[in-house]
Structures are given as C-alpha cells and as structure tokens.
C-alpha cells in the first residue's frame, strides 16, 4: 500500500467515527430542545417553552404520519403515543373501517404483501436506466428517431451517472471493507472480543495502517466500548456501500414481486400489508422519538411535542422510496387524520411526480402540513432538486410545506451541518439534525445525524403549536414557524429565512393570531 492509498485508509478509518465525535462533543443528549442563552447550544428552547408559556395551558391531540421505514411501536418511549385506527378490529383478516386496507390497526405498509415485505431496495436512477434500456434496446445514435432522442439522451445520461455511482460505491466498499478487517483484525490479536481502552493502549501496533486504527480506537474507546463503536461506526459504513453495490445500484435487482402490485401503475392504490413496523425500523424509529417521544415518563428521551398520536406509515425502503408509495403513503396518512406529515426522505430523481404532486394537492387542500428534509448531500437545491419537492409540475407551489436543513449546537461558522443540503429560495428554515439522541428499535437509544433528523424536530415543533392553538391552519403555522426562527450570520444566505426554528419564538407568536 502506497503513501497516497495509506492516506486515504487512514481517512476512512476517522470518516468512520465522525457520528461518533459528533455526539461526544454535543455533550447534552437533549441538546436540541434547549435553549442558546440559557445552555449555550442552538436548540429550539422547547423545555424553556413548557417551562414559561405552556404551563397549566390544554392541548389537543394531533395526529403526525411518520412517512417512513417503519416504527417499532412497542419501544418504551413511544408505545404510548402510537396511533391506533379504533376503527379497525386487530387480527380479523377483513376490513372493517371499508377503507380498502385489511388490519390496518397501527398503520399501513406500502412495501409489503402477503409473503412479506421489501427491504433492501434499487434507486430511482437505477429503475429508470433499467425501464429505457428495455425501450432503447436496438437504438443507437444513428438510428433513433427524432421523436425519441431527448427521451434517449436522457437514458444515455442517466446511464453514463449510474455507472459513476456503481463505481464510487464499489471503491468506498473496498475501502471501508479494510478499514473494517483492520479493526478486527486489532481485536483478534489482542485476543478479546470486546477490547478495552487498556487493551488498546497497551497494544503493539505494526505498521501505519494499525497505528492509525489503535489512534481512532483510542479516542473512540473514551467514551463508549469496542462492541458499541464497531456496530455504530464501522459496521453500518460497511454496510452502506455493500448495499449501494449490491442492491441499490443492482440493474438486475428488483424486490417488487414480493408486494404484487403494477410497479407501472402509479394510480394503483390498494395493496401492501398491515406491518407497519417493517424489517428495518431504525430510521423511522429514531424520526418518530423525535418528534414525540413520550415525555411524561420518565425513561430515554422527551419528544418536542407532548400531545400527539404518531401513525406509522411505511414508504421507505433502504434505497430510494417509489412514488407510488409517497403518494399513497400521504394519502393514507391524510384520510386516517393526520394534521402534520414528516417525510424525511427523499432522491434526486423522480419516476412519475405527477402522481405525488396530486398527493400532496391533496393533502393541503385538507388542511395538512407537510415537513420534508433537504437532503444531506451539501447541495445547493436552488440548482438540484431534491424529490419531492414543493413546487409542481405547472411551476406554482404548495403553500402548506417546508423544506428543512440541518444545523448543529454550534453558534458559529460550524452552524450548518456540513451534509447538509441548502438554498436561498428552496430551503425553508434549518433545525438540529447533528448528534440527535432519539429511539432506536429493540428498547434502545442512539445518536444519529442527518436533514432526517431536523425534519422531524421541526414536525414536533408544527404539532406542538397545532396542538396549543388547534384552530390555526396550516399554512399559519408554516408562517408562525417561519416568522418565529433564531436568525444566524451563518444561514441567512443559504435559506429563506436564514434562521433555526425556535418553539418559544413560535408559540408566543401563535398567541397574538
């Protein structure tokens, strides 16, 4: 191994701890419901908002769809907060609120059917290189017609960006497969399975590669042990570019079968399964603690909104979300009561937005908010798209959505996180979305970072103040959010309102309407 390739492995091995220093300099795991002048980190000063305005106050319960990979409803903290469709008799095998989907008691799942459910999934580039390589078969540059060469150029493009993914993928997997025989490979030698910080520290390294991994595993080990830090920073890395190679950008890879419906019928709307939970529920587990964890318990975490019912509605798989399931997902959601949607997914390609744009018409014509996270690729969405998105095929908006960035504790140049996705005219405010500590399937807790962690801060923060004053509608409580956000130096050139969310600010605005 040459200078340069050490250089790069020894840059993978601290890319693997990133998550993990976040967090250990955040310090308060409850970081983003406090206040900055009081605790000197960029919350949203919600216990300071419980504390001084909503004492004594009463509040109504709202419903929030958590648009998701599916929430482990009997965790500790959120078992209580779960939506239940009262309506619908568990385990009867007929649908008995005639809505068209059989038990759906907790929610609904739209990646599943009768033999089981979708977990590993292709993205959106991937399907549609894969639709219009079976209609651009025969063609060539010569012999396409004229009608069809925008739609060719197009595939030619979308090709061409598939293959530059393939191969990324493929070399970060190589990379972080060392870094991840390395790290076991210290183990092994030491002998242990789960080495202490002793262990490491009195351990003989040979060569730089070993010396650069006992260097991370030394600061790692300071603040959590071996097992934690390789199956919450090593592994899932591996796993990542494992699953981009072998699954996501896989063109003979398609796990749709197993659902049973047309994948070519975006207006299909009856079909999946009553898990709501899924095979993965890590993701949504965590969005949903966020947003209302509950918070007169005394275990794990207080969510920002202490009056809500979370209904689980499972649309997102590992890859990119179809359509199809946004559509219906949101359409689901909005017919069973929800009055704030949390979509904290999104890609940058779109199969048919037709279908998702009439959702989302529909949910704003029935007085929905919709919170969608901006992305975490550090673009800039006044030049790329992020899908969904709020603008429509006609060029005019959805009035009752924000797109949401991520931030961090830090009253500085360091505010942005810096994956987070940003734009002046398309990202509407920034919320902590950096070392949030939330609910984790299987009765646990972690720290996770990303825009899908600040869109549900902001989701929790809509139904709080939908909650307290429940005859607002939502595109006031858009503006109230809006209006009422902790103005930064740092976001004012990358966002509409260049500020971070702020529960006081919004709730003492939502008074005076």
């Given at each position: 191994m040459n200078k340069n390739q050490i250089k790069r492995f020894v840059a993978f091995a601290l890319l693997a701890t990133a998550p993990f220093i976040a967090s250990a300099q955040s310090q308060k795991k409850n970081w983003y419901n406090l206040d900055l002048k009081?605790?000197?980190?960029?919350?949203?000063?919600?216990?300071?908002?419980?504390?001084?305005?909503?004492?004594?106050?009463?509040?109504?319960?709202?419903?929030?769809?958590?648009?998701?990979?599916?929430?482990?409803?009997?965790?500790?903290?959120?078992?209580?907060?779960?939506?239940v469709n009262?309506?619908?008799?568990?385990?009867?095998?007929?649908?008995d609120d005639k809505n068209g989907y059989i038990d759906d008691v907790n929610g609904w799942s739209f990646l599943g059917g009768k033999d089981g459910n979708v977990n590993q999934e292709t993205l959106e580039i991937t399907r549609l290189v894969r639709r219009d390589a079976a209609r651009f078969a025969n063609v060539?540059?010569?012999?396409?017609?004229?009608?069809?060469?925008?739609?060719?150029?197009?595939?030619?493009?979308?090709?061409?960006?598939?293959?530059?993914?393939l191969d990324k993928a493929k070399a970060n997997l190589q990379r972080f497969e060392s870094v991840?025989?390395?790290?076991?490979?210290?183990a092994k030698k030491i002998g242990k399975e789960n080495p202490t910080l002793d262990d490491i520290k009195n351990f003989t390294a040979?060569?730089?590669?070993?010396?650069?991994?006992?260097?991370?595993?030394?600061?790692?080990?300071?603040?959590?042990?071996?097992?934690?830090?390789?199956?919450?920073?090593?592994?899932?890395?591996?796993?990542?570019?494992?699953?981009?190679?072998n699954y996501n950008y896989n063109l003979t890879f398609n796990p749709r079968n197993i659902v049973g419906d047309n994948e070519n019928n975006s207006n299909e709307r009856i079909y999946g399964n009553a898990d709501s939970k899924g095979p993965d529920p890590s993701h949504g587990t965590h969005v949903a603690g966020i947003v209302g964890a509950d918070r007169k318990n005394t275990l794990g975490i207080n969510g920002v909104a202490d009056n809500v019912l979370l209904m689980a509605v499972r649309n997102v798989p590992n890859g990119d979300e179809r359509d199809k399931d946004v559509a219906?997902?949101?359409?689901?959601?909005?017919?069973?009561?929800?009055?704030?949607?949390?979509?904290s997914f999104g890609k940058a390609y779109s199969w048919d937005k037709k279908v998702v744009d009439d959702a989302v018409k529909y949910a704003v014509s029935k007085d929905v908010l919709l919170v969608h996270a901006a992305g975490n690729d550090n673009k800039n969405l006044d030049v790329d798209t992020n899908f969904p998105t709020n603008k429509y095929e006609d060029g005019t908006l959805a009035d009752a959505w924000l797109t949401v960035g991520a931030s961090t504790p830090y009253n500085d140049n360091r505010l942005k996180a810096s994956f987070s996705n940003y734009g002046k005219t398309t990202v509407d405010v920034f919320a902590p979305g950096f070392a949030i500590y939330s609910t984790y399937p299987d009765q646990k807790y972690q720290d996770n970072n990303g825009t899908s962690m600040a869109s549900p801060v902001v989701a929790g923060l809509a139904a709080l103040i939908r909650s307290y004053y429940p005859k607002l509608k939502a595109v006031q409580v858009k503006e109230i959010i809006m209006?009422?956000?902790?103005?930064?130096?740092?976001?004012k050139d990358i966002s509409v309102t260049g500020g971070v969310v702020n529960a006081y600010n919004a709730l003492k605005l939502a008074a005076t309407y």
């Open positions: 009081t605790d000197s980190v960029f919350g949203i000063s919600t216990e300071k908002a419980y504390t001084e305005l909503l004492k004594g106050k009463k509040s109504s319960t709202v419903i929030v769809g958590i648009l998701d990979s599916g929430v482990d409803g009997v965790h500790e903290d959120l078992k209580s907060v779960m939506w009262k309506k619908e008799k568990a385990g009867n095998g007929k649908d060539t540059e010569e012999n396409v017609a004229a009608a069809d060469r925008k739609a060719f150029e197009t595939y030619l493009a979308n090709k061409k960006e598939l293959q530059k993914g991840k025989n390395a790290v076991e490979g210290v040979e060569g730089q590669i070993e010396n650069s991994i006992k260097n991370t595993l030394i600061r790692a080990l300071a603040n959590m042990d071996y097992k934690t830090f390789y199956e919450t920073q090593i592994k899932p890395g591996y796993d990542h570019y494992y699953d981009q190679v219906n997902a949101i359409r689901y959601a909005v017919d069973n009561g929800a009055k704030v949607l949390n979509m209006k009422s956000v902790e103005k930064a130096d740092a976001l």
